[in-house]
């Protein structure tokens, strides 16, 4: 018999568990954990869950899967627009696996970091509104951006910024 056939099923148990520990270690680098891997994480974390959840339940508005992590994370590779606004997520990781993103709905939510953001290389466009956001640094790595709504429902009027 073939080792490859007699050890896949190790193989891919010792992916399934090491392989998000060793992508996602900060000491080797920011790099983003897959879609698919944080997917299979989020019965773990409550606050990964959301996210989880709202960005299938985006995904099977035009399919019929609702829990199918990899057919999930095909359909939202190819989208440039995700409305995430009133779900009530935290967790922006999975977001971070979908660099084709341009424009992006977080409004009234309970974002708090943005770091994630930083590998969305072509993003346009972003509403922040309503969230728990105290620092915007990341949005300066993105080169593209040109529109952040800031700003919460206690201040008359949201802030509006347009740069670059």
Known sequence: MDPVTIFRPLLILLA?????LLYSHP?????PQSFVSLCLQKKSDPNLRKTIDALLL???RSYWWHDDCEQAAKVLQGKQEINLA???ISDLRPLASFPNIKKLNLKGNRIVDLTPLSHLKRLEWIDLRDNRVRNTKTLKQLPRLKTILLGDRSSPSSFISTFR
């Open 16 to 20: 399934l568990i090491a392989g998000p």
């Open 27 to 31: 000491s080797l680098g920011a790099s």
């Open 58 to 60: 985006s995904a099977v």
């Open 86 to 88: 009133g779900r009530g």
